[in-house]
């Protein structure tokens, strides 16, 4: 059985003083959950501080990108060891809006991915179509290069600590989720190809999330799907609230 992995991204948001109180709400409300595995991933600047208010309660930390080196002279850049090296268990690669507003290609996501599995990190690779490539008919195809693209390489040994993120770029912040069905369509896709490359005991194993306008009201529809492994939350992960509603989806 797979555990579902709920995880808010709290993309560019949030001081100092807000991410120390969201962490600290989110330990009183999900502490020691057990259904699902919880996981909040704040800017690189707030790690730390959230790391110090979620330790013991079992909710994971995780950051929102890294770079492909291990150290050296890279201006501006994180590394996977760094990340590993201050408690962060993942790291979110390739989201659409480093795909598309920073310009990340293929290349870059697979490098990132490949270092961060080797510093230990569990990569969360993020796959899906813009609005035009759906209209166009090649959601497959987008989402086939993304796949095989973003983990080439990668032994199946490693494929195992990888999860993957479904969300297509149409449905990030628009208030539009993907139907249950439509969502559940590209993760048996996805399972698929994770299967032809990894092999089909590895695959069944690999979790596979939902993610673009999750919120409490739909979160159980699209996890009643046999193949929704879990949510990759943007704008509701950022009120303890929703997040905590979104988490619990199984009550
Ligand atoms: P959203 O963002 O929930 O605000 O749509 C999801 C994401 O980009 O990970």
């Known amino acids: 059985m797979r555990r579902p992995l709920m995880a ?7 001081n100092l003083a807000s991410a120390r109180k969201l962490a600290a709400d989110l330990v009183q409300a999900l502490g020691g959950v057990e259904q699902v595995e919880v996981l909040l991933c704040p800017t690189f600047v707030h790690l730390q501080a959230v790391m110090e208010q979620i330790k013991n309660s079992g909710i994971a930390l995780g950051a929102q990108n890294c770079y492909c080196e291990a150290g050296g002279a890279y201006t501006g850049e994180v590394s996977a060891a760094m ?4 408690g962060c268990k993942y790291v979110i690669i390739g989201h659409s809006e480093r795909r598309h507003v920073i310009g990340e290609d293929d290349g870059l996501i697979n490098r990132k991915v490949l270092s961060a599995l080797a ?3 569990r990569p969360i690779l993020c796959v899906g179509e813009t609005l035009q490539e759906r209209e166009d008919g090649v959601t497959e195809k987008v989402v086939t290069r993304h796949i095989t693209g973003g983990l080439a390489g990668v032994s199946p040994e490693d494929g195992r600590r990888v999860t993957i993120a479904y969300e297509p770029v149409w449905a990030i912040g628009t208030g539009m989720t993907a139907t ?3 969502a559940n369509d590209v993760h048996a896709l996805i399972r698929g190809l994770l299967s032809e490359g ?3 005991e590895v695959a069944a194993e690999m979790r596979i999330q939902y993610g673009g306008s999750v919120k409490p009201d739909n979160v159980k529809g699209l996890m009643d799907q046999p193949e929704i492994d879990g949510a990759l939350v943007g704008g509701a992960s950022l009120k303890a609230e929703s997040f905590e509603k979104i988490v619990k989806y199984y009550e």
């Open 119 to 121: 510093e230990g990190l």
């Open 180 to 182: 249950p069905g439509q």
């Open 83 to 86: 990340l590993a090296d201050i």
């Open 8 to 14: 808010g991204n709290w993309k560019m948001n949030n």
């Open 198 to 200: 990894f092999g089909p």
